[in-house]
């Protein structure tokens, strides 16, 4: 079992920056493939970003550039670095956890095992 806590989330205005921060307790956090997901109001949940024990990453087209996903294995902490954040990134985000280390898996195909509550990220224009 993988609990995950996220932070960071906030009120920001369009054009500036948040950092989120996922904790994870439980099993060995570097053996699995970690995501960054969010949800809008009336949309479905989608992948933001994800990332391997190994550091390679996996970014959703709409946040290229703008966000950074790291993790620190050695502090079981996922870190989602968002800047010039825009109104459409106003979302709840989650951080989640997959031991099935694929290709599926870091594009966000799959149904990951482990869940994080969410944290709310409002971005006003």
């Known amino acids: 079992q993988v609990q995950l806590v996220e932070s960071g989330g906030g009120l920001v205005q369009a054009g500036g920056s948040l950092r989120l921060s996922c904790a994870a307790s439980?099993?060995?956090?570097?053996?699995?493939?970690m995501g960054w997901f969010r949800q809008a109001p009336g949309k479905q949940r989608e992948l933001v970003a994800a990332?391997?024990?190994?550091?390679?990453?996996n970014y959703a087209e709409f946040v290229k550039g703008r966000f950074t996903i790291s993790r620190d294995n050695a502090k079981n902490t996922m870190y989602l670095q968002m800047n010039s954040l825009k109104s459409e990134d106003t979302a709840v985000y989650y951080c989640?956890?997959?031991?099935?280390?694929?290709?599926?898996?870091?594009?966000?195909?799959?149904?990951?095992?482990?869940w994080g509550q969410g944290t709310q990220v409002t971005v006003s224009s």
């Open positions: 990332i391997t024990k190994g550091g390679s990453t």
């Open positions: 989640a956890a997959d031991s099935r280390v694929t290709i599926a898996t870091i594009r966000g195909l799959v149904e990951y095992e482990y």
């Open positions: 439980g099993r060995t956090f570097s053996n699995y493939v």
